[in-house]
């Protein structure tokens, strides 16, 4: 072979290459990786769904949305209604939605599986309000640490068809799943009964106690549950069943004194009055933690009031409310003699 034939073979290859990189579309960020909110449509059987909320059973549906090509995508899914309570007293009861895996390749759901889809559960415009500053206290723990759920928010339409022209129109937000949150971190998730405070991870718990006690919220536990596996509106995930430095993950933060719902009450078994009522439940052996945990707290405020201040679906009395609570937050805790009063000297156990 001659040197001029090598090198147009060469060249010719290179550009070839080169052709294939630029005409291959990059995969899409995947959900829970931005900020971003997407537009989407569920066309499913809704006034059935509705009907039969209660039931345990699954309906057939397609999930639409806009991929970042521009290009319209289509996901079959299968959807069930969840929460025992929920079912009973929702309008549109939460979802847990299935997405096809081989529909789903390529796309920005790719992966997805089986996620919780938090809904607007009575129709009434406030009750949307709830759960968009549930989707922020979510958002407020991911800045803290990557030991917590991530959710995507959803501009929703929930169609009978591809031929409705009236949908129902409401915000919504994916969860992720929680094998999931436990893989990015290297971790798995712990399916066990109940801890002792001893095997939870110190600095996480600290972290954990300090989110629950700026949103106001009580209805959580650390160590056992009356459901199947431990904890109550908490998930466990280390680095095995019988690993040291178990972290506990919450969810579920409608009954926070931040989302301030009306049907939320504190539990009886606790000293206060109401849900904006704040109380620390930190373990005594972890009060070593608690002081650099706040200190990442404080360095994020800014960051968690941006969270309030840019969320265009917040209304501006919400917004102030909710930004009015989180201050109340700092100045609590302001000085040195605020934390050992309100957190080191309130510890349990």
Known sequence: MTLRIALFLFLAAFAATANAQETAAPKPAKIFTTNSVIDARVEAPWKTIMRHKEEDRTWEGVFRYTGADGNPVAIPVEISPRGLTRKRVCDFPPLRLKF???AAKGTAFRGAGSLKLVTHCL??????????KEFLGYRIYNLVTEKSYRVQGLDMDYAEDAE?????????????DPDDVARRNGLEKLDIDNIPPSRL???ETSRFMLFQYLIGNLDWAALSSPEEFC????????????A??????????????????HYAAPPDNLPVRNIRQRLYRGFCLHNDTVRPALEEYQERRS???????????LAKGQRKRALAYIEAFYEDLATDEDVEERLIDNCRG
Request: some cysteine.
């Open 100 to 102: 096809d895996k081989t």
């Open 231 to 242: 904890c109550h509106n908490g998930r466990l995930i280390g680095a095995g069943p019988e």
């Open 244 to 261: 040291p430095n178990i972290n506990v993950i919450p969810y579920d933060l409608d009954s926070s004194g931040l989302v301030n719902a």
């Open 123 to 132: 129709f009434n415009s406030k009750y949307e309000q709830y759960y968009i």
């Open 303 to 313: 960051a968690i009031e941006a969270l309030f201040n840019d969320e265009e679906h």
């Open 164 to 176: 409705d022209s009236r949908p129902i129109e409401r915000f919504a937000f994916l969860i992720e």
């Open 201 to 203: 991870e110190p600095m």
